[in-house]
């Protein structure tokens, strides 16, 4: 399934970096995801977007800023990460106010912060 | 909140055997899903599940959404080496946000086969 793509796979950033995260989605959607995977935990949602609109901000800490440009796009702006943000960093997508509605995940960009 | 308990939360097995996995929860939910992830790479879609009672097949596994809409189960008959791999579960309950889904996901289960 490519319906939903990630770039980069794979992120190593210092503390004091400034790096994105894109996902897109190929699948005509219009609620969009971000969630945080780390070692030996359920995935934690971070954001919700619904027709491009910022619904759910999940406790985040505001070294995390989310992007909604269109519906297709969705994008996770990193600055001054700690450690312990290592994690992998799943996006995925859904057809919203659906009554077989599915989340359809992306490959995930494993981010390291040294 | 709403939570799901997912087990076993690891299975060691030879290959060939059957698997069986559960989720329950003390809360009921409208939809059942059941993703498979590889190391390295997002959680892929298995089976959905969106009636109560529904038993629904892909191949070689098959789920079924409990009839109370509080569990669900994946079985997965004789297994082989590429079905190895972490197995979730995700339940979609009464509450939405602003249309969109919101998931609860179980723990996991880790599967590991030996050939």
């Known amino acids: 399934e490519t319906g939903v793509t990630q770039t980069p796979r794979h992120l190593v950033m210092g503390m004091t970096n400034k790096k994105s995260l894109k996902c897109e989605q190929h699948?005509?959607?219009?609620?969009m995801y971000w969630y945080k995977q780390s070692a030996k935990k359920p995935l934690e949602l971070m954001f919700v977007?619904?027709?491009?609109?910022?619904?759910e901000n999940n406790s985040v800490p505001s070294r995390f800023s989310p992007e909604c440009p269109n519906s297709s796009h969705l994008f996770l702006h990193l600055h001054t990460l700690q450690p312990e943000d290592s994690a992998l960093y799943l996006c995925?997508?859904?057809?919203?106010?659906?009554?077989?509605?599915?989340?359809?995940f992306g490959p995930g960009t494993r981010l390291t912060v040294l | 909140g709403q939570q799901l308990n997912q087990s076993p939360q690891s299975m060691f097995i030879q290959e060939g055997e059957d698997v069986s996995m559960n989720c329950t929860s003390s809360?009921?939910?409208?939809?059942w899903l059941w993703y498979k992830q590889d190391p390295g790479e997002g959680p892929v879609l298995l089976i959905a599940l969106y009636k109560a009672g529904e038993l629904t097949s892909n191949g070689r596994l098959t789920a079924q959404f409990g009839i109370t809409r509080k569990d669900s189960f994946l079985n997965i008959s004789a297994s082989i080496p590429s079905d190895v791999g972490i197995y979730f579960c995700a339940g979609q309950g009464t509450e939405r946000i602003q249309g969109a889904q919101k998931l609860v996901f179980g723990q996991g289960t880790r599967l590991t086969i030996n050939p």
């Open positions: 699948l005509g959607h219009n609620a």
């Open positions: 809360s009921i939910f409208n939809t």
């Open positions: 977007y619904s027709l491009e609109e910022r619904v």
């Open positions: 995925a997508s859904s057809q919203r106010v659906s009554s077989t509605d599915t989340q359809y």
